[in-house]
């Protein structure tokens, strides 16, 4: 399966993920190896509007609204824990 990939810096990417009945961990991993990014900071955005967390990881891509060829996701990321106190906070408009 082919998937549209973009980096909220403006890049955009396709990667490949081998298995019929991917799941989210499987994507996060073929992006990961490809694009040398940190798998466990990623935050997806999906085809059906959702952000991926940890538990969503067993999710399958099918199930997620991402199909081949046609399907794009944004890729976001979790900061960088440096032991400050800011608030990370992360909404979604309606209006997209």
């Known amino acids: 399966m082919m998937v549209a990939v973009e980096v909220m810096t403006g890049s955009l990417f396709h990667v490949n993920v081998e298995e019929d009945n991917a799941k989210v961990a499987d994507l996060k991993r073929a992006i990961a190896a490809q694009q040398k990014l940190p798998f466990d900071r990623m935050i997806l955005l999906l085809g059906d509007g ?3 967390s940890d538990d969503d990881d067993d ?3 099918d199930e997620c609204g991402i199909h081949d060829n046609g399907s794009r996701i944004y890729l976001f990321f979790t900061p960088i824990d440096d032991g400050s106190s800011d608030d990370f906070i992360f909404t979604w408009s ?3």
């Open 94 to 96: 309606e209006a997209f």
């Open 50 to 52: 959702c952000c991926t």
């Open 59 to 61: 999710l399958t891509l």
